[in-house]
């Protein structure tokens, strides 16, 4: 805001002058007292913001949604009650007269944007997956680039520079989720917000975990693609996507005497990975397609995701889980685990010695056993080999106590009270 802005800071109940023209959630922040030391206010200004544009003027925003929009935002002194207040009240303040925004304008405007070039001036953004596989053949050195919000934190935590860079988000094939009938294939530039979307619309049970993964922005410019292409061992959806038994479409320019064609090859996600950060990708090919089956009778799923913080966090363990029961005994089991290994893995020896077994807690006990043994940790930041070896059983064991129908009390079934009025 102008000069000024700040008078009405702090006073309780005060709306800012009006020369000063707030918008309506700048304003409510204000009122909510939603800021304190200011540090985190212009991003939660910002996120106020989208959710003031998607709700139509901020109409009808319950505490829930308040929550999951502005998940990506942490603060660390005022408290996010005046914040999720603020984030309720805006819809009800006036909108001042040159505060509306001109979507359609600034979309167009965006649009518009060329692309700056790098250093040697290849920056290529093709709209073919033909064109893409071609510009990859050409340039097997370029770095490939979908969300960037990786890649991003290479230039500005490790200043890399990249002289060539192909961007796979203009390749419009890559960006669908197809449906057949026994699997979804989700085209690997596709954001991370509308590959959840789909894994939900499956399999409701994982829209909590969706929604833990990042925060609002980043899943909705992250793609599914580059999450499993990173192949980061605390990356969250290849844990879930190994358990669901997905695969991985890999696609190429194959040179022939007539010119040219695409060819593709197809293997188990967890046969991409070789070692911490490494695939079996070759430098021409390109990930395009995540297969992932569709539900089946008798499966029973779940995925658990243990971080030091609830929101935006990365995983100190991530463990998915995918038995099939048929007449009380365990006829296919897949289990995919994150943190516990140098790569995504899935938990093979579990695996056996669940299947042909009677689904009772003898069988979990010693499943819990095989799986504390099958991954030898390394403690970090995030977590000691003790407490990841530890929850790992545990959680299977959760998993065994929800199959019977507990229902944990868990943070997951927490909600936030609504605002007193
Ligand atoms: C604040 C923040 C929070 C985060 N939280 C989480 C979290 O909770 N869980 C989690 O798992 N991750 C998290 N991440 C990491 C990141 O958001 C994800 O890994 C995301 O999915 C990366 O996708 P992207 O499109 O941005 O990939 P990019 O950064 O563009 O690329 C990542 C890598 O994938 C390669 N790549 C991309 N597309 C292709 C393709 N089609 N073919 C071959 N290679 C390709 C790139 O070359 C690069 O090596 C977080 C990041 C940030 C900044």
Redesign the pocket.
Known sequence: PPEGARSGLGRPGAAASASVQLHPCQEAMVRCHGSQCGFCTPGFVMSLFGMYQNTNGGQGVTREQAQVDLS?NLCRCTGYRPILDAAQQMGSLPLPAGCAVDEAATVAALKALKPGTTADGVYLKPRSLRALLQARANRPGA???????????WITKQHRRFDRIID?TGTQE?RRIEGYPHHIAIG??VS?SEAFESLVAERPQLKTFGQ????LP?RN???????V??G?P????MPLLIALGASVVLMRWKKTKAGGQMAHRELRLEDLYTGYRSNV?RPD????WIKVPRPTPGEFTRVYKISKRFD????AVCLALNLHIDHGVVCGASIGTGGVAATPARARQTEAALVGQPWNEDTVMNAMDTLRQEFQPISDMRASAAYRQTVLGNLLRRFWLESQGHQAINLESLKTLEALS
């Open positions: 990506g770095q490939l680039v979908a969300g960037c919000t990786d890649v991003g934190l796979v890559l690997a530039a991370l833990r993964f990042a925060g980043v410019s992250g793609t599914l693609g580059g999450n292409a990173n980061s605390i990356g969250d959806s990708m090919e390109v990930l395009a935006d966090d990365i995983s």
